[in-house]
Structures are given as structure tokens and as C-alpha cells.
């Protein structure tokens, strides 16, 4: 048995060579071959082809990359690990693990681990992502604030590497072995190294009994003439996170807050809840949350399709569990698995854009205003697709809690460096034509840069630097990577640098292991670890 083969001629390839952004690949930039992997040994004859072949290899899991990463590969070769989802449990008490396949998507991981264990990993929300490129950078989610980062639990991370004789290497790396390439894959990024084929997990935390699911939508009506009810509204939301950040009865509450464009019609709330002990006994942090941005908006529960979801993710349904805590009006009580199966939408298939920042404090007036400016304007085309969607963040990332595996992020030896936030924001806009692709680029692109034009550095969110000392940002999620960062507004800026943006104070430890243990660069991109910006042209 070996990997498949897959190439323009057959039936297969126009599908496979692309990925769920459908930007991708660019004009002339499809890759000559997919090889399709179902076994550990057949992407290590596929990895091993392409680089005696001199050709470039880029990875696929579940195929979420929001840029071209995987797709853009002119004449090279795309390497599928999508069937790579062996899930196995070891409970030898000296050394009690789960190992996850790299191909598993996020679904498929939740249900069997239930299944088989009654555990859950505190990763994302969206089903077909696959675990291989979403543990790498981090990987978060609605139980995040209660158990941490996925990279919290990692053990151990298997993988294939290329050294410098051109021969693939299997390696197994922890805390002991290789740790700095085992520190690199607990939030790197994908694709930076080689292939990661499975992940070993520490016991993952149980899931809990009860969750309430509570989707509701505020009319933008309200706010359309009547800013200062607007930057209410998000202060009611952004100082209840801050408070919450350090108080570990709120650690079960997730939320999506998403601001939609006013062409949306309304703004849309999904929180997800559950109590310090997994059950719906102690409910006052969900009320408290609800009650201080209802005590500003008027809201109604969930009725229609909201952006960055899949169809219908909310279909309303009798259940038989009920709460012991009160419950605001609209709340349902789910089991968690068939809460995540009802939050588990990935969007439709269609072209994107996406931006992140990562948020230690509350929103500023320049901030808000920027915000407001950008959501009302009627713009030249249709945007009742884009939206800044602000993620509930802290909690376990930040502080040690009794739910995150003993992990103190005092003492972190991820490659995630934001362990100080309290919002995870990502910024989005999804459209069919090709021909709006620029116009739907450059209205996010000058949104997000006047949001962080006077609070941040060049645009961006910059963390604390040379370039911003007192930053009260912690920079991007390279698991929402964007090109343009690589220069952000104005490529002439001395202290800027891409990497320190993504990967704050640890961007050169990080290339220096890249460099060691992909001394070749057979895994390079346009934002691996070391890359440089493209020139600037200027007319």
C-alpha cells in the first residue's frame, strides 16, 4: 500500500486542490499533485517523493487555511493526511495517554473521545477542521476558558522532519526530547517543520453534565443613530470579560459575540454556560453577563441566519434536562455534545478574508468609534457577510485553574505567548464573485487599520515592544493568518516585524529551532517562521 496519487487529469483534482476558502489556489498557482496519505509510512513515502523529486511539499489536514498556504503551490505537491485518524487510549497508570491522528477533524475527535473516554480537548467549535493544523497554533475553543489552550494538555506531538542529507526523519518529541521542537508545535503554526501526523494528549478534563445554550440577536436599528448606545453596548460586554478574567466561577462561560454589518440586520450573541462543577446548579455569572448588555440593548432570542455560521446552527428543539439555576429567557439546556454539535457550524464554502487581534483590556473610544464607522457605512457592495466576531478569552489561558491540567501559563513553555487577554477578536468578510475579491479585501483591510491606528503600531495590534512598550494589545492568532501583517499599513515603520506581532518576544527562538530542524526549508511560505516581506513597489 502507498499514498495515491492524485493529478490534473483526474476527476478528483479540481476538488481536492482547493481548500474551504475558495480564494484558493490564485490564478496559476495550483499545485501539480495531490497525494492523498492513509497510513504514517504513506506520508513518509510522499514527503520523501517529493523532496528526491525537488518538489515543494505543503500539508493538509482538514483544509481551514484562511490564506494560500496549502493551495498556492505551483507545480508542487499538496500531501493530504485527511486519513490519517487513528484515535487510540492508553491508561497504564505510569503513563496514561490519548493519541489523536493529525487528520481527525474537530467533530470526529469530540464524539469519539466522548465515547470512548467522557472526556472533550478544549479546541474550536468548527466541525471540519482538522486537529493537525488548528493544536499547532494553539487551538482554543468554548471550553477554553475552563481547561485552557489544546497545547495545555499536549504531551507529545509524532512527526516526520527532513535533515540535511534530504533523508525524512520520524520523530516523537516532548519535554525531553527535542523540547524545543516539541515548544515550537505546542502553538507554532502549521506546516512550519514538516509533517505532524499524530498528537498525544495528557487525560483530557471530562466533559460536563449540563451546559445552556443561549443564542440571541440585538436589532442594529438601535444603535444605527445612536453611537454612544453603541460603545455602551460593548463596554457592557468587554468590562463583564474583564472582570471575569480572574474569577473562576465565569470560567465555564464562552462567548461569540459577533458584530455583524448593520446590512445583517442584527447583532448576534451565542454564549455557551456551564457551572464550576459541570452542571447548570450555579447559573448568576450567565445572568450577569446577560443582564448588563440587556440592561443597554434590547435583544430577542435567536431567530435567523447569522454570518460566520453554518445553516441553521440553532434549530430550536424540545429537551427533557432542566436547570437547577434560573436561566435567562431563550436559554436551552443541552448535554455538552449535543450543545457542540449545535455550535459545530464551519460557515459556507466561499471566498474570505479574515483578521485577529488578541485584547488585554476593554474597548477605547478610538477603538469604538472605528468600529461603529465601519459596520454602518454602506460601502460599495454587499456586507451583510463581514462582521468582527469578539471571542470571550482569559480564564485558564491566563491564570492556573483547577480545570487546566496543572498548567501555569507563569511558567509557559508553549509558543503561545497571550496568556494576558481578555478578547480574541476576528475580523471577517465572505463573498461568491471573484470580482469583489478587492473590494471586500480593502474595506477590511482599511477597517482594521484604523482601529489600531492610534492605540496600536503601523495598524496593527502590536504587542508589548521596543515598538510599543505599553501595549495593551498581544498582537495576531497565527491560526487566523493574514498576509498583510507581513507590512502592515506602512512597510517603512523601523520596529516592525511580522513575527513579533504573531509570536511576541519568542520570534527568533522559534526560527532558530525552525532553522535546526528544517535546515533545508523544504516548508516554507509566504508566513513560515523566518520569512521575509515581499518588496514594495511603489509607483
Not at 109 to 130: A, E, I, Q, W
Not at 200 to 207: E, H, Q, R, S, T
Not at 403 to 415: I, L, R, S, V
Amino acid at each position: 500500500m502507498s499514498y495515491i496519487s492524485i493529478g490534473k487529469e483526474d476527476s478528483r483534482y479540481e476538488t481536492l486542490k482547493k481548500g474551504f476558502n475558495q480564494r484558493w489556489p490564485s490564478p496559476g498557482q495550483d499545485a501539480g499533485s495531490i497525494y492523498v496519505c492513509r497510513t504514517v509510512e504513506d506520508a513518509e513515502r510522499a514527503l520523501q517523493n517529493a523532496v528526491n523529486q525537488g518538489l515543494r511539499p505543503t500539508v493538509r489536514s482538514g483544509g481551514h487555511c484562511y490564506e494560500g498556504f496549502v493551495s498556492n503551490n505551483s507545480g508542487g505537491v499538496i500531501i493530504d493526511i485527511g486519513q490519517l485518524t487513528e484515535l487510540s487510549i492508553h491508561d497504564d497508570a505510569d503513563n496514561p495517554f490519548y493519541r489523536v491522528g493529525a487528520g481527525t477533524q474537530n467533530w470526529d475527535g469530540y464524539v469519539n473521545l466522548f465515547k470512548l473516554t467522557g472526556s472533550l480537548p478544549p479546541g474550536g467549535s468548527c466541525y471540519s477542521v482538522g486537529v493537525g493544523g488548528h493544536v499547532v497554533a494553539g487551538g482554543y475553543g468554548l471550553m477554553s476558558r475552563m481547561h485552557g489552550l489544546t497545547v495545555d494538555w499536549l504531551k507529545a506531538v509524532e512527526l516526520l522532519t527532513v535533515g540535511k542529507n534530504g533523508a525524512v526523519e520520524r520523530r516523537l518529541v516532548d519535554a525531553t526530547n527535542d523540547p524545543d521542537l516539541f515548544k515550537l508545535c505546542r502553538g507554532g503554526g502549521g506546516g512550519n517543520v514538516g509533517i505532524i501526523t499524530s498528537y498525544y494528549f495528557d487525560p483530557l478534563p471530562k466533559a460536563p453534565a449540563k451546559v445552556a445554550l443561549l443564542t440571541k440577536q440585538y436589532p442594529w436599528a438601535q444603535f444605527a443613530n445612536d453611537k454612544p448606545r453603541f460603545k455602551a453596548f460593548l463596554q457592557a460586554y468587554a468590562n463583564y470579560m474583564k472582570r471575569a478574567d480572574s474569577d473562576p466561577r465565569t470560567y465555564g462561560l464562552f462567548t461569540l459575540f459577533k458584530l455583524t454589518h448593520i446590512s445583517a440586520g442584527n447583532i448576534g450573541l451565542v454564549v455557551q454556560y456551564t457551572d464550576q462543577n459541570g452542571q447548570l446548579e450555579d447559573t448568576q455569572p450567565l445572568l450577569d453577563l446577560i443582564n448588563a448588555m440587556d440592561s443597554v440593548a434590547e435583544g430577542a432570542p435567536h431567530t435567523a441566519y447569522m454570518p460566520g455560521t453554518g445553516p441553521l446552527p440553532f434549530a430550536r428543539h424540545p429537551v427533557s434536562r432542566q436547570a437547577v439555576g434560573e436561566l435567562p429567557e431563550g436559554a436551552i439546556v443541552y448535554d455538552w455534545l449535543y450543545a457542540t454539535q449545535t455550535v459545530n457550524g464551519s460557515g459556507n464554502n466561499q471566498r474570505g478574508k479574515y483578521k485577529s487581534s488578541y485584547m488585554k483590556d476593554v474597548f477605547t473610544e478610538h477603538e469604538m468609534d472605528a468600529l461603529f464607522k465601519y459596520l454602518v457605512q454602506k460601502g460599495d457592495g454587499d456586507f451583510s457577510q463581514s462582521l468582527v466576531q469578539v471571542d470571550s478569552y482569559g480564564g485558564a489561558i491566563n491564570h492556573k485553574a483547577a480545570g487546566n491540567n496543572g498548567f501555569d501559563p507563569a511558567a509557559n513553555k508553549t509558543a503561545v505567548f497571550q496568556r494576558n487577554s481578555i478578547m480574541k477578536l476576528q475580523y471577517q468578510t465572505y463573498w461568491t464573485d471573484s470580482a469583489n475579491d478587492e473590494k471586500h479585501i480593502q474595506w477590511l483591510r482599511d477597517f482594521y487599520y484604523e482601529v489600531h491606528r492610534f492605540d496600536g503600531y503601523n495598524g496593527t495590534p502590536y504587542p508589548k515592544s521596543l515598538a510599543l512598550p505599553a501595549s495593551r494589545y498581544e498582537g495576531c492568532y497565527i491560526g487566523y493568518p493574514d498576509v498583510d501583517m507581513l507590512t502592515g499599513e506602512d512597510p517603512s515603520k523601523p520596529y516592525y516585524n511580522w513575527g513579533e506581532l504573531y509570536y511576541g518576544p519568542l520570534y527568533k527562538e522559534l526560527v532558530a529551532t525552525k532553522n535546526k530542524y528544517d535546515p533545508g526549508r523544504i516548508f516554507r511560505f509566504s508566513m513560515s517562521l523566518g520569512a521575509t516581506p515581499p518588496p514594495v513597489h511603489r509607483g
